[in-house]
Structures are given as C-alpha cells and as structure tokens.
C-alpha cells in the first residue's frame, strides 16, 4: 500500500478513506490493506497544514501592521488596512475551529519573519527603525479594531 502512496497519492487517499469507512460501519478489512504509518502521517500534516496557514496569515498582518506604523501616509496604506481585516478574519474563522492553534504560534519568529519580508522604501521614504520586539499580543492583532502598539 505504501508503493501506492507514493506513486498516486489520490488513489491512495481514496482507498484508505474508504477503508477507514468500513471500519467505522463495523466491518474489518483486512489489516494489510490498511497504511496505518501513512495514514497517522497524513492525519498528523491536517494539524500542521492549519498551523502553517495560520503562521503565513500572520506575517502579512504583521507586516502591514509594521508598513502601516512606518508609513501611516502611504498610496498604499488604504490598502494594507483592508488586506490586514481579511486575513485577520481569517485568522480568527480557523482559531475558532482549532483553539488549539494559538499554543503553537510563535509570535516572535513570525514577527521577525514580518520584519525581513517589510518594505525598505514606501513612497521615496526609507523605512525608520522598527521596534527590535513584535509590540502587539496575539490577541491585539486580531482585535477588532486592530489595537495600535503601545507608545514609546
């Protein structure tokens, strides 16, 4: 069954679920059909796909929050505002379904990872120093309206 995952994951797919069906309904397939190693695997990238989803959404709020705090002015700060609500729906749409999400979000790499990906120059004015610590909480990210840093 393994030759298969690897070969036509679909097909593979297909075939375990409809496996794991006779198995709900009572009915015992034969052990050997069953890839229980890939299937705990792929069981286990489910969690890790939403945490992954949740991280990338994340780093763009951050990284508007950050262009908007730099350049509060800019064309395109209309824009970063309205991009930052939908994604923090979003956000907030896959913690409810997966509260336990939040305990696996490191703040600060993802706020270092902001960091890196933020604009040098908006608008012919280079970026001033942004704060060396992210200077929101999670939850002040995802508040609606979004809570502005603290002073200082």
């Given at each position: 069954?393994?030759?298969?995952?690897?070969?036509?994951v679909?097909?593979?797919?297909?075939?375990q679920?409809?496996?794991?069906?006779r198995i709900?309904a009572?009915?015992?397939?034969?052990?050997?059909d069953?890839?229980w190693?890939?299937?705990a695997?792929e069981i286990e990238?489910?969690?890790n796909?939403?945490?992954?989803a949740?991280?990338?959404?994340?780093v763009k709020v951050?990284?508007?929050r950050?262009q908007?705090m730099a350049?509060?002015?800019?064309?395109a700060?209309p824009?970063?505002?309205?991009?930052?609500?939908?994604?923090?729906a979003?956000?907030?749409?896959?913690?409810?379904r997966a509260p336990?999400?939040?305990?696996?979000i490191?703040?600060?790499?993802?706020?270092?990872?902001?960091?890196v990906a933020?604009?040098?120059?908006?608008?012919g004015v280079?970026?001033?120093p942004?704060?060396p610590?992210?200077p929101?909480?999670l939850?002040?990210?995802l508040a609606?309206?979004?809570?502005e840093?603290?002073?200082g």
């Amino acid at each position: 069954m393994s030759e298969l995952y690897d070969t036509d994951v679909l097909a593979w797919s297909a075939r375990q679920a409809a496996l794991l069906r006779r198995i709900a309904a009572g009915q015992r397939p034969n052990d050997a059909d069953m890839d229980w190693p890939n299937i705990a695997e792929e069981i286990e990238s489910v969690g890790n796909e939403q945490l992954h989803a949740v991280e990338s959404l994340l780093v763009k709020v951050l990284e508007h929050r950050l262009q908007l705090m730099a350049w509060p002015e800019a064309a395109a700060a209309p824009h970063w505002r309205h991009e930052t609500d939908g994604w923090r729906a979003a956000i907030r749409r896959r913690l409810r379904r997966a509260p336990s999400l939040r305990t696996a979000i490191d703040l600060a790499e993802l706020y270092g990872d902001a960091l890196v990906a933020m604009y040098r120059e908006v608008d012919g004015v280079r970026r001033p120093p942004m704060p060396p610590a992210c200077p929101w909480t999670l939850d002040e990210l995802l508040a609606e309206p979004p809570a502005e840093p603290p002073a200082g």
